[in-house]
């Protein structure tokens, strides 16, 4: 697998290889007071190819080693490129009230904490770019990764209300 890691207070992202990225993570996070998060990773069968081309790609960019002065923002298009194989770390919750709009509707974290992406692109619940798909015989969404079923009547205003409530 691909993967991309940032350091929390700084714009370096470290683009490599790994089969166990938790475990990578650890490893370099030893020593590194800057906090290690993982922006997303890509999963593959030809990961030294593709680790050779996205580093080509980002190569101006390119700082100490394998660590990039490259914005998360960057890393998007990369990901979502590799379709149900391309993830994001997500939030811890996606869907926790972060703030109304002026209108009073909820406005949620969402599914990444550097961009806008809704659940119809990735799937909140796995990272995935295969995102949520309608299926009409359900009336509820799918994700052909994780295979996680949602009907995300939670987000509607009237979630949680009886009928007596609603009308």
């Given at each position: 697998?691909?993967?991309?890691?940032?350091?929390?207070?700084?714009?370096?992202?470290?683009?490599?290889?790994?089969?166990?990225?938790?475990?990578?993570?650890?490893?370099?996070?030893?020593g590194?007071?800057?906090?290690?998060?993982?922006?997303?990773?890509i999963?593959?069968?030809?990961?030294?190819r593709?680790?050779?081309?996205?580093?080509?790609?980002?190569?101006?960019?390119?700082?100490?080693?394998?660590?990039?002065?490259i914005?998360?923002?960057?890393?998007?298009p990369?990901?979502?490129?590799?379709?149900?194989?391309?993830?994001?770390?997500?939030?811890?919750?996606?869907?926790?009230?972060?703030?109304?709009?002026?209108?009073?509707?909820?406005?949620?974290?969402?599914?990444?904490?550097?961009?806008?992406?809704?659940?119809?692109?990735?799937?909140?619940?796995?990272?995935?770019?295969?995102?949520?798909?309608?299926?009409?015989?359900?009336?509820?969404?799918?994700?052909?990764?994780?295979?996680?079923?949602?009907?995300?009547?939670?987000?509607?205003?009237?979630?949680?209300?009886?009928?007596?409530?609603?009308?």
């Amino acid at each position: 697998m691909i993967y991309f890691f940032i350091e929390d207070t700084d714009e370096l992202v470290k683009i490599g290889r790994a089969k166990d990225i938790e475990r990578r993570r650890r490893n370099l996070q030893t020593g590194n007071h800057r906090k290690l998060l993982l922006l997303g990773w890509i999963r593959t069968d030809d990961d030294v190819r593709v680790e050779r081309e996205i580093h080509e790609h980002f190569n101006v960019q390119r700082g100490r080693g394998e660590w990039f002065h490259i914005d998360p923002a960057d890393v998007l298009p990369i990901l979502s490129h590799f379709g149900i194989d391309g993830f994001v770390g997500t939030t811890e919750d996606s869907f926790a009230i972060v703030g109304h709009d002026r209108d009073g509707i909820p406005e949620y974290m969402g599914v990444w904490n550097w961009g806008d992406l809704e659940f119809e692109e990735c799937c909140p619940f796995c990272g995935s770019f295969c995102g949520m798909h309608f299926q009409d015989a359900s009336h509820m969404y799918h994700c052909i990764n994780c295979d996680r079923l949602e009907s995300f009547e939670f987000l509607s205003p009237s979630y949680g209300q009886d009928e007596e409530e609603r009308d």
